[in-house]
């Protein structure tokens, strides 16, 4: 993407008004008087739903997380989605440290260690969501410098769509061995976040994703690989759609 293709991407067909509709819950759920006084409540259940519902995206529909491979799966959500608040500041400036961070949280006991963190070196990948059409180990570095310079280039594209775009690219190209599912759908808080559209990490992007159900998800990252103008747009709308039911599905649990 050239500078400033982000811009060109919001002015496909209903992306800006999809992003607006987005952006409206997400307001809306911020200036909500009952979820400013119970804030650190709202932001801890944020991340114990977002991490159940992203591993549940990736087969794992457990309740507790344990030693069978699906409880391992819901304990990797668990952990790269509660390190979240914590990059929120370094994600600005190095998006790929913290990529690599997250990975090497979310994959411990799932990769050999020489893989944590670090871009796969072969055409060999978890496939959860049965995407296909794996990109060459060969495209994978200059695929995440070029994801980098998206993240790190000033762009006037609302955030939500640089938000989509990360997702889709990491989710589609997956950079890792293991675990590339569940860090680009953490990565989606972390542009929220460090772009001032949900700072305090009160949302649940991964239920939006759940909600809309896996086969939509699946539909919708194939319309982003296929790189064609409709394909952007159907995926853009898609996730500005799953990014307002995030929103409207938090709820005030504490007293």
């Known amino acids: 993407m050239t500078l400033d293709a982000l811009a060109a991407l919001s002015g496909l067909r209903d992306v800006q008004a999809a992003c607006d509709a987005a952006r409206t ?19 801890a259940d944020s991340r114990v739903r977002g991490a159940r519902d992203s591993a549940a995206i990736d087969g794992a ?29 370094a994600f600005g400036r190095a998006p790929l440290q913290v990529l690599a961070h997250l990975h090497a949280l979310t994959a411990v006991g799932m990769c050999e260690p020489d893989q944590l963190g670090r871009p796969r070196r ?7 969501l049965l995407l296909g059409n794996l990109p060459t180990a ?31 690219e990491l989710a589609v190209l997956r950079p890792f061995r293991w675990g590339s599912g569940l860090v680009a759908r953490a990565v989606v808080r972390l542009v929220l976040a460090e772009r001032g559209v949900d700072p305090s990490l009160f949302s649940i992007p991964e239920h ?4 809309l159900g896996r086969s939509s998800y699946v539909s919708a990252l194939r319309s982003y690989a296929s790189g064609t103008s409709e394909g952007m747009s159907q995926f853009l709308v898609w996730h500005s759609t799953a990014l307002a039911a995030g929103a409207r599905a938090v709820v005030v649990t504490s007293g």
């Open 122 to 128: 072969d055409d060999s990948a978890d496939d959860p």
């Open 138 to 168: 060969a495209n994978v570095a200059s695929r995440l410098s070029l994801l980098t310079d998206i993240l790190t280039t000033p762009t006037t594209a609302p955030a939500l769509v640089v938000a989509a775009i990360a997702h889709g």
């Open 25 to 43: 819950e997400i307001d809306a759920l911020l200036w909500r008087r009952d979820i400013r006084s119970a804030a650190a409540d709202v932001a």
């Open 208 to 211: 939006g994703y759940l909600e």
């Open 61 to 89: 529909d457990v309740a507790v997380a344990d030693d069978s491979p699906m409880g391992r799966v819901l304990e990797a959500a668990e952990r790269v989605t509660a390190a979240v608040p914590g990059q929120v500041e």
